[in-house]
DNA sequence: AATGAATGAGTCTTCATTCAT
DNA sequence: TATGAATGAAGACTCATTCAT
């Protein structure tokens, strides 16, 4: 009877909560997860469109329906892997930015972070080419984007308004450095060389914030007659 | 009268040839040109996957099986055009440059005729990024590549040489300019800003031989205790 | 022993039931009928083929594998919902039939019911057609099915003994009155009209009937000098 | 001199020409009409949704792909094929008509071509099916449609201005029309008889005439005592 | 040489069905 | 018993490439 009764209760709660499959509520986030994360390296290796679904599915050891249960197309699923890149770029970005104070040490944090990030997931520039190869259309995914290109701008300001630096058109430095970081992680990505970009931050900061000439304005054109005549002054 | 249509006669014979059909020798090559040219801005608009050869075909006013005449597959016939492309770039900077002599004066030259070439073929970036995203194994097709790298060391070397050029590794310091040169370039692709990449040339030379410091080394971080270190010194 | 066992365990059951979960033994049934009825909207709405098993799960508030759990097959659930269907109509009609006794005016309330019937549920003409189109090697599921068109036979039997119907082969006869029925309900099916069928009884009926009354045939032509040749006469 | 003169005019007259493959110019047009009519069995066979093309494709003996150069979608095939049909009907029926003048005589003649056609092409009630399964959105693709129901309002007009018929409201009489004859086809199709439509022309004439003449409604109900109450009279 | 019709391998995508929970 | 995640067979469609003319 006592059995009868504890069953019956039993089944009773039993029947209320798990009528069906209890649904693991956290299994389909880490499944996209998952997917997202094979499918970046996926993307880069074999690029966008000489990628089969097919072979990511055998990849993440699941069947292309399933891919098809996250991501409603290839290429929302690609899109959506590129995206989760920049995401966690910015995040990463972000971390390194609140660790210090002022400006020139923001700016150097923010640079070794960019180039950490690359050295750490070099796949992901192929992604970005990939991106812009197959969907001309979308916004830029960049290091500098818009959101940050205002921090940047903040930074530089800063740095003038306090006589470190030159009193520069802040427009056109902050389009420099962002070229500058660009470049170097293109060069990186192009030439195949094995040197982590990390290793080049102090170059990038030297050049940028040094240049190159032995003294400065000088202007001693000794080798050449001609002048090149510099003029990024003030607008 | 009769005589002219005798010779005539006797001269088609022997003419038949030049005067029939003048035989044109260049077609295949004027044919072949027209092609690579119609090719580069086709390949630039659609990108190379989606680049149905039926379409480029069409807007040659030729049959698709007259590509294959002259290419023998589409992957053939997209290399051919970004190489024809970046034959033009080389020949062009080169050009530019024997018109100067001092290394000073050549820098900015070349830097300026690759700016130029951009601003005035805009679509050959999007046939650089293409072909980066699809064939991978290819060498890279940029401006500084291997050939012209040597010339730059050779001018940078040189301004150290004779003290114009702090005393920097001259490796380091190419591969500056270049990842610079890149840079800008692929920011106006990306951002689709409309000024000139040739309007650049200043600004990006002012940066790297002045800096961004208001005074040379000085070191002067008053706004911050921090000190970024730079050490882009001889290696 | 064991049919004690099996007393004393149904005697468990049967207990069981009315205290822990009232074991509803009609839900599977009626479970089966709630689907049966949202299918058949659903898949008129749809098309078989078009119909996603996910989408009528929603709809009905279950998970797609219960559907599993009534029915076998997609197929299955389809054709049941059909005979389902066709059942209803038969029962409809034949309640029509028992209200009347003499056979003119049962074919009227026969016919009226038919009529009423697609007013009443529009949507099976599209399970029909459905049906045909995906299953064709299926029996008709036709207003004047098989078993119906004895019936009817003997109805035009007894009219033409009496002597109220002329002396037609009553296989005709039957044909051309199923025809008449079919061809007004795809009509307005396929037209779309907003007119009741039930509106359309005394239409086929005056057709029917005055065209089938004996003195008639007067044949007179005088519009044309050509001759028709009606021969609906006894075979 | 002529023949030189000659030849090199043919020279000329012919290089203009043939370049490249001659162009069939009916080949096109012959091959299409190919495609629809393998198509319209091979739909009519497979049902729209199990039909695949590369099925209809290996009948024909040309590769799927030569049918994606005549259509640019199996949707498009299989409605193109529908039309085909129905044009062809059209055409028969009215080439049936202009052969007599009698109104009464016409409305037989088209009667019996209508049915002629389905005798002779008896898929195409199945390929009206499948289409209104599939595509329910398309315009009736009747017997009976738009055009030619201005034709059947007028005939029945003049026979009723002409005293042949009783004075019955046109539309209702064109729509019982339309009934029977989609219905006597449809039940055909569907019982899968095998005797021809075409036989059944007489039938349908003598009911829906002796239905419809004058001098009846005698209304003699001898077998019950119920009136049915037949009312198609004027509205 | 040029043409353009024909080919068919290659992929994305769908969804009925299964089955572990 | 109900669930719903996973499966994978099936089929539409594309387009580089071939080849008869």
Not at 27 to 34: I, S
Not at 44 to 56: E, I, S, V
Request: proline share 4%.
């Amino acid at each position: 009877m006592a059995d009868a009764t504890t069953t019956s209760d039993l089944i009773t709660v039993t029947m209320r909560k798990p009528v069906g499959r209890p649904k693991d509520e956290d299994l389909p986030a880490r499944r996209r997860q998952e997917i997202l994360d094979a499918s970046a390296l996926f993307f880069a290796r074999l690029g966008y469109p000489n990628a089969d679904l097919k072979l990511l599915a055998d990849e993440l050891g699941v069947a292309k329906g399933t891919l098809y249960r996250y991501f409603p197309s290839k290429k929302h699923l690609f899109l959506a892997t590129v995206d989760n890149c920049m995401q966690k770029l910015s995040q990463q970005v972000n971390v390194a930015l609140i660790q210090v104070e002022s400006p020139l040490e923001r700016i150097e944090h923010a640079l070794r972070s960019y180039f950490r990030f690359f050295d750490l997931h070099p796949h992901v520039v192929e992604l970005i080419v990939q991106e812009r190869a197959e969907f001309k259309q979308r916004a830029l995914p960049v290091p500098l984007d818009e959101d940050n290109s205002a921090l940047w701008r903040q930074h530089f300001s800063d740095l003038i308004a306090c006589g470190v630096l030159r009193e520069v058109a802040v427009e056109r430095l902050v389009q420099m450095m962002s070229s500058l970081i660009y470049g170097v992680i293109f060069n990186k990505y192009i030439s195949g060389s094995s040197e982590t970009l990390e290793s080049k931050t102090e170059d990038v900061l030297d050049i940028v914030f040094n240049g190159l000439m032995k003294e400065k304005n000088c202007n001693h054109m000794n080798c050449s007659k001609g002048n090149h005549g510099s003029k990024i002054d003030n607008q």
